[in-house]
Nanobody, 127 residues
Framework: VQLQASGGGLVQAGGSLRLSCVAS????????MGWFRQAPGKEREFVAA????????GYADSVKGRFTISRDSAKNTVYLQMNSLKTEDTAVYYC?????????????????????WGQGTQVTVSS
């Protein structure tokens, strides 16, 4: 079971990046796929989540209207399109998978609910 994140880099404020997370090793059909980020000295925080079967679950308020999560089941890949990037978006971004259903409410925002994690990709936004 593996998640491989990529697509990070250095970008100026106002720019865009697209992160990718390729899943392999099992079927994630009943899983929620999430993007989290962790800035230096801060706790890991929720960014966005989507159901592998389709349907966006939610976004953090700080990224609503700027970031878009999507998935391509044929490629076993989840994406995070990040537009209008700000310096405060600088962090290591992680993709993760959790066995969650709609009955779990806001649990998709909780780091501890995710049991499969990718290795992280660095996003640096310069002013």
């Amino acid at each position: 079971v593996q998640l491989q994140a990529s697509g990070g880099g250095l970008v100026q404020a106002g720019g865009s990046l697209r992160l990718s997370c390729v899943a392999s090793g099992r079927t994630f059909i009943n899983y929620a796929m999430g993007w989290f980020r962790q800035a230096p000295g801060k706790e890991r925080e929720f960014v966005a989540a989507i159901r592998w079967s389709g349907g966006i679950i939610g976004y953090a308020d700080s990224v609503k209207g700027r970031f878009t999560i999507s998935r391509d089941s044929a490629k076993n890949t989840v994406y995070l399109q990040m537009n209008s990037l700000k310096t405060e978006d600088t962090a290591v971004y992680y993709c993760a998978a959790a066995l969650l259903s709609s009955k779990d409410g806001l649990a998709y925002r909780e780091v501890r609910k995710y049991d499969v994690w990718g290795q992280g990709t660095q996003v640096t936004v310069s002013s």
